[in-house]
């Protein structure tokens, strides 16, 4: 697939920066974005080119319109298409809701669920022309199975689940797939204070008595975009097992 370009939100670290490289190994051209930590963006973005893969790394703040915006504008002048994107920027600011502030509940609906929106947005006229593409967005077990403190970050993962199967109705007559995965805990700098907090909890509530690596995340992304032909409006549970508490 030499001439597939893939956009990946977030791609600088953690799970993102997975995918990134799992998509790379594939073959994929990639644009991935990245808010502050532009260090590690470059980083990558030089491992990639190095295995001889068209490679940008790019500012975008998926919680502003005009940041999205900007951001595909640049990645449509140099690729100019889109084949696969992935919805995987996010952020947690959990807390009891009783005691929440307010901005904690607006910023993370903002970046995780109207940020996919708008990012989304942006791919489908592209995509509907070229009548074929695939999006996979980033969930998590939070949605269906919240831990305490989770109601902002359950409610916006819960939207990402509904907006992929709403999209998928309504772009599968061009060919476009939408799914998404939902992730449980993984080891990366997002999970560390959850696990920090709750640490014997979760332990109790996983079959699977260990968290998952990125590359496990980025393994189930690979699966949809380039195996899971059949599969539209769909998430896909990768969560060793956790119960509910
Ligand atoms: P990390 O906190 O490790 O990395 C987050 C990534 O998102 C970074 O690349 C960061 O960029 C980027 N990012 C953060 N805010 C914004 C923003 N406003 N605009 C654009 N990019 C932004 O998170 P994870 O890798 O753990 O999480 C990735 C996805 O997986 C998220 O959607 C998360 O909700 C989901 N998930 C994670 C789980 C886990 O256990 N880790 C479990 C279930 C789901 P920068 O480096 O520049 O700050």
Do not use: W
């Not at 998590?140 to 305490?148: D, G, H, R, T």
């Not at 805990?185 to 959850?194: C, G, P, R």
């Amino acid at each position: 697939m030499p001439n597939k370009v893939a956009v990946v939100t977030g791609g600088s670290r953690g799970i993102g920066r997975a995918i990134v490289l799992a998509l790379a190994g594939a073959g994929y051209q990639i644009a991935f974005s990245y808010v502050r930590d532009e260090v590690a963006a470059m980083a990558l973005r030089d491992e990639v080119q190095g295995l001889g893969i068209d490679c940008l790394a790019l500012q975008c703040d998926v919680s502003s319109s005009d940041s999205i915006k900007g951001f595909f504008e640049r990645v449509d002048g140099h690729f100019q298409r889109v084949d696969l994107l992935v919805n995987n920027a996010g952020i947690t600011r959990d807390g009891l809701l009783a005691t929440m502030p307010a901005r904690d509940i607006v910023e993370v609906i903002q970046t995780n669920l109207i940020g996919t929106l708008l990012c989304c947005q942006q791919v489908v006229p592209g995509m509907l022309r070229q009548r074929g593409g695939c999006i996979v967005n980033i969930s998590s077990v939070a949605a269906q199975k919240p831990s305490k403190g989770q109601s902002n970050y359950a409610a916006a993962k819960g939207g990402v689940d509904a907006l992929t199967r709403a999209l998928a109705v309504e772009l599968a007559p061009r060919n476009i797939r939408v799914n998404a995965v939902a992730p449980g805990i993984v080891k990366t700098e997002m999970s560390t204070a959850l696990i920090g907090s709750q640490e014997e909890e979760i332990q109790s509530r996983l079959l699977i008595k260990r968290y998952a690596e990125p590359e496990e995340i980025a393994e189930a992304v690979l699966y949809i975009a380039d195996r899971g032909l059949y599969l539209t409006g769909e998430v896909l549970p990768v969560n060793g097992g956790l119960k509910m508490p």
